[in-house]
Protein backbone atom coordinates (compact mmCIF):
# COMPACT_ATOMS: atom_id res chain seq x y z
CA UNK A 1 0.00 0.00 0.00
CA UNK A 2 1.64 3.40 -1.06
CA UNK A 3 1.67 6.40 1.59
CA UNK A 4 -0.57 8.19 -0.26
CA UNK A 5 -3.19 7.31 -2.25
CA UNK A 6 -5.52 9.17 -4.70
CA UNK A 7 -8.29 7.87 -6.98
CA UNK A 8 -9.72 8.25 -9.57
CA UNK A 9 -6.43 8.48 -11.82
CA UNK A 10 -8.22 10.14 -14.59
CA UNK A 11 -11.48 11.84 -14.86
CA UNK A 12 -13.24 13.62 -17.36
CA UNK A 13 -16.42 15.70 -16.71
CA UNK A 14 -18.67 18.13 -18.23
CA UNK A 15 -19.47 21.47 -16.92
CA UNK A 16 -22.62 20.51 -15.39
CA UNK A 17 -21.64 17.51 -13.52
CA UNK A 18 -20.63 16.43 -9.95
CA UNK A 19 -17.88 15.10 -9.13
CA UNK A 20 -15.44 13.57 -5.90
CA UNK A 21 -12.09 13.51 -6.33
CA UNK A 22 -10.66 11.04 -2.96
CA UNK A 23 -7.17 11.03 -0.78
CA UNK A 24 -6.32 8.34 1.69
CA UNK A 25 -3.01 8.25 3.44
CA UNK A 26 -1.12 5.82 5.37
CA UNK A 27 1.39 7.41 6.91
CA UNK A 28 -0.22 8.38 10.20
CA UNK A 29 0.15 12.38 9.24
CA UNK A 30 -2.26 14.72 10.71
CA UNK A 31 -1.95 17.53 7.47
CA UNK A 32 -3.31 16.72 4.56
CA UNK A 33 -3.57 19.03 1.47
CA UNK A 34 -5.17 20.06 -1.96
CA UNK A 35 -2.96 21.24 -4.64
CA UNK A 36 -3.68 22.22 -8.21
CA UNK A 37 -0.79 21.94 -11.15
CA UNK A 38 -1.12 23.51 -14.49
CA UNK A 39 1.18 23.93 -16.93
CA UNK A 40 4.40 26.21 -16.26
CA UNK A 41 2.92 27.25 -13.18
CA UNK A 42 4.32 26.57 -9.59
CA UNK A 43 2.13 24.40 -7.57
CA UNK A 44 -0.80 26.06 -6.32
CA UNK A 45 -2.12 25.37 -2.49
CA UNK A 46 -5.89 25.14 -2.09
CA UNK A 47 -6.81 23.51 1.11
CA UNK A 48 -4.93 22.91 4.00
CA UNK A 49 -6.74 20.25 6.87
CA UNK A 50 -4.97 20.43 10.68
CA UNK A 51 -6.48 17.78 12.87
CA UNK A 52 -9.48 17.70 10.35
CA UNK A 53 -9.92 21.23 10.68
CA UNK A 54 -9.32 23.99 7.66
CA UNK A 55 -6.82 25.81 8.51
CA UNK A 56 -5.83 27.47 4.69
CA UNK A 57 -8.58 27.89 2.32
CA UNK A 58 -6.33 30.13 -0.70
CA UNK A 59 -9.33 31.72 -2.44
CA UNK A 60 -10.78 28.83 -4.07
CA UNK A 61 -13.82 29.23 -6.02
CA UNK A 62 -16.85 27.55 -4.22
CA UNK A 63 -17.23 25.30 -7.30
CA UNK A 64 -14.58 23.51 -5.14
CA UNK A 65 -15.37 22.08 -1.35
CA UNK A 66 -12.71 20.00 0.73
CA UNK A 67 -14.20 17.00 3.07
CA UNK A 68 -12.10 15.72 5.46
CA UNK A 69 -13.76 13.28 7.34
CA UNK A 70 -10.53 11.76 9.74
CA UNK A 71 -6.67 12.64 9.39
CA UNK A 72 -6.82 10.12 6.86
CA UNK A 73 -9.15 10.85 4.17
CA UNK A 74 -9.39 13.98 1.89
CA UNK A 75 -12.20 14.47 -0.53
CA UNK A 76 -12.85 17.35 -3.19
CA UNK A 77 -16.11 17.55 -4.52
CA UNK A 78 -16.55 19.40 -7.35
CA UNK A 79 -19.48 20.77 -9.29
CA UNK A 80 -19.82 23.18 -12.26
CA UNK A 81 -16.44 23.68 -13.24
CA UNK A 82 -15.04 25.44 -16.00
CA UNK A 83 -12.54 24.41 -18.34
CA UNK A 84 -10.07 26.44 -17.24
CA UNK A 85 -10.38 23.71 -14.21
CA UNK A 86 -8.69 21.46 -16.28
CA UNK A 87 -5.32 20.16 -14.33
CA UNK A 88 -3.47 17.71 -12.37
CA UNK A 89 -4.92 17.98 -8.80
CA UNK A 90 -2.73 16.72 -5.88
CA UNK A 91 -2.74 15.35 -2.58
CA UNK A 92 -0.62 15.56 -0.13
CA UNK A 93 0.16 14.88 3.87
CA UNK A 94 2.47 15.59 6.45
CA UNK A 95 2.92 16.05 10.17
CA UNK A 96 3.67 19.11 11.03
CA UNK A 97 4.53 18.82 14.67
CA UNK A 98 7.57 16.56 13.92
CA UNK A 99 11.13 16.95 12.89
CA UNK A 100 10.76 15.75 9.65
CA UNK A 101 8.27 18.03 8.43
CA UNK A 102 8.73 17.26 5.01
CA UNK A 103 4.94 16.70 2.59
CA UNK A 104 4.37 13.07 0.85
CA UNK A 105 2.11 13.26 -2.15
CA UNK A 106 -0.28 11.29 -3.91
CA UNK A 107 0.12 10.32 -7.65
CA UNK A 108 -2.59 13.19 -8.61
CA UNK A 109 -5.58 12.96 -10.59
CA UNK A 110 -5.51 14.25 -14.07
CA UNK A 111 -9.15 16.57 -14.60
CA UNK A 112 -10.55 17.16 -17.98
CA UNK A 113 -13.37 19.39 -17.90
CA UNK A 114 -15.23 19.67 -21.34
CA UNK B 1 6.68 38.00 0.51
CA UNK B 2 7.78 34.67 0.67
CA UNK B 3 8.79 33.03 -2.90
CA UNK B 4 10.94 30.70 -4.23
CA UNK B 5 12.74 30.91 -7.71
CA UNK B 6 14.10 28.14 -9.27
CA UNK B 7 16.81 28.54 -12.51
CA UNK B 8 16.98 27.38 -15.40
CA UNK B 9 13.26 26.91 -16.38
CA UNK B 10 14.73 23.90 -18.58
CA UNK B 11 18.13 22.23 -18.97
CA UNK B 12 19.22 19.83 -21.68
CA UNK B 13 22.57 17.73 -20.32
CA UNK B 14 24.24 14.68 -22.44
CA UNK B 15 24.57 11.44 -20.46
CA UNK B 16 27.24 11.89 -17.91
CA UNK B 17 27.75 15.90 -17.84
CA UNK B 18 27.90 17.27 -14.17
CA UNK B 19 25.84 20.15 -13.69
CA UNK B 20 23.60 22.39 -10.96
CA UNK B 21 20.25 23.31 -10.58
CA UNK B 22 19.64 26.56 -8.62
CA UNK B 23 16.78 27.60 -5.78
CA UNK B 24 16.38 30.84 -4.27
CA UNK B 25 14.09 31.33 -1.85
CA UNK B 26 13.15 34.62 0.09
CA UNK B 27 11.33 33.24 3.61
CA UNK B 28 10.60 35.06 7.15
CA UNK B 29 12.22 31.96 8.62
CA UNK B 30 12.97 29.06 7.08
CA UNK B 31 11.86 25.64 8.79
CA UNK B 32 13.10 23.58 5.90
CA UNK B 33 13.60 23.29 2.40
CA UNK B 34 12.83 20.46 0.38
CA UNK B 35 13.35 18.75 -3.10
CA UNK B 36 11.00 16.89 -5.29
CA UNK B 37 11.29 14.85 -8.04
CA UNK B 38 8.06 14.95 -10.31
CA UNK B 39 8.22 12.30 -13.66
CA UNK B 40 5.18 13.54 -16.04
CA UNK B 41 1.94 13.06 -14.78
CA UNK B 42 2.68 12.14 -11.78
CA UNK B 43 2.88 13.15 -8.49
CA UNK B 44 5.94 14.85 -6.69
CA UNK B 45 8.70 12.20 -5.50
CA UNK B 46 10.08 13.70 -1.87
CA UNK B 47 13.82 13.41 -2.54
CA UNK B 48 15.51 15.52 0.46
CA UNK B 49 14.84 17.79 3.37
CA UNK B 50 17.27 20.64 4.12
CA UNK B 51 17.20 22.48 7.28
CA UNK B 52 20.11 24.98 8.21
CA UNK B 53 22.73 26.75 6.40
CA UNK B 54 25.77 24.07 5.45
CA UNK B 55 23.76 21.08 5.37
CA UNK B 56 24.58 18.27 2.36
CA UNK B 57 22.67 15.33 2.27
CA UNK B 58 23.26 13.11 -0.65
CA UNK B 59 21.48 10.05 -2.96
CA UNK B 60 22.97 8.55 -5.69
CA UNK B 61 23.90 11.00 -8.11
CA UNK B 62 22.40 13.84 -6.19
CA UNK B 63 23.67 16.14 -3.84
CA UNK B 64 21.67 19.21 -2.58
CA UNK B 65 23.51 21.94 -0.35
CA UNK B 66 22.37 24.81 1.06
CA UNK B 67 23.20 28.77 2.13
CA UNK B 68 21.35 31.30 3.80
CA UNK B 69 19.73 32.42 0.04
CA UNK B 70 19.65 29.40 -2.25
CA UNK B 71 19.79 25.63 -2.38
CA UNK B 72 21.44 23.96 -5.37
CA UNK B 73 21.21 20.22 -6.79
CA UNK B 74 24.28 18.91 -7.90
CA UNK B 75 23.82 16.50 -10.41
CA UNK B 76 26.77 14.24 -11.17
CA UNK B 77 27.60 11.88 -14.09
CA UNK B 78 23.61 12.20 -14.56
CA UNK B 79 21.90 9.15 -16.81
CA UNK B 80 18.31 9.42 -18.80
CA UNK B 81 16.17 7.96 -16.07
CA UNK B 82 17.61 11.25 -14.08
CA UNK B 83 15.06 13.26 -16.50
CA UNK B 84 12.34 14.61 -14.89
CA UNK B 85 10.75 18.43 -13.05
CA UNK B 86 12.63 18.67 -10.13
CA UNK B 87 11.02 21.05 -7.86
CA UNK B 88 12.22 22.81 -4.42
CA UNK B 89 10.06 24.20 -1.92
CA UNK B 90 10.37 25.87 1.55
CA UNK B 91 8.66 25.99 4.88
CA UNK B 92 8.25 28.65 7.11
CA UNK B 93 8.72 28.75 11.18
CA UNK B 94 5.83 30.63 11.22
CA UNK B 95 3.56 28.53 9.76
CA UNK B 96 4.35 24.41 9.22
CA UNK B 97 0.75 23.87 7.32
CA UNK B 98 2.61 25.68 4.10
CA UNK B 99 4.63 24.77 1.54
CA UNK B 100 5.71 27.67 -1.17
CA UNK B 101 7.06 25.58 -4.52
CA UNK B 102 8.74 26.96 -7.28
CA UNK B 103 8.25 26.59 -10.86
CA UNK B 104 10.57 23.52 -10.71
CA UNK B 105 13.58 22.85 -13.65
CA UNK B 106 12.91 20.28 -16.23
CA UNK B 107 16.05 18.27 -16.76
CA UNK B 108 16.38 16.24 -19.92
CA UNK B 109 19.56 14.09 -20.13
CA UNK B 110 20.40 12.78 -23.78
CA UNK B 111 22.33 9.31 -24.04
Known amino acids: ETGVTQTPRHLVMGMTNKKSLKCEQHLGHNAMYWYKQSAKKPLELMFVYSLEERVENNSVPSRFSPECPNSSHLFLHLHTLQPEDSALYLCASSHPGLTNTEAFFGQGTRLTVV | EDQVTQSPEALRLQEGESSSLNCSYTVSGLRGLFWYRQDPGKGPEFLFT???AGEEKEKERLKATLTKKESFLHITAPKPEDSATYLCAVQAVYNFNKFYFGSGTKLNVKP
Open chain 2, 50 to 52: LYS
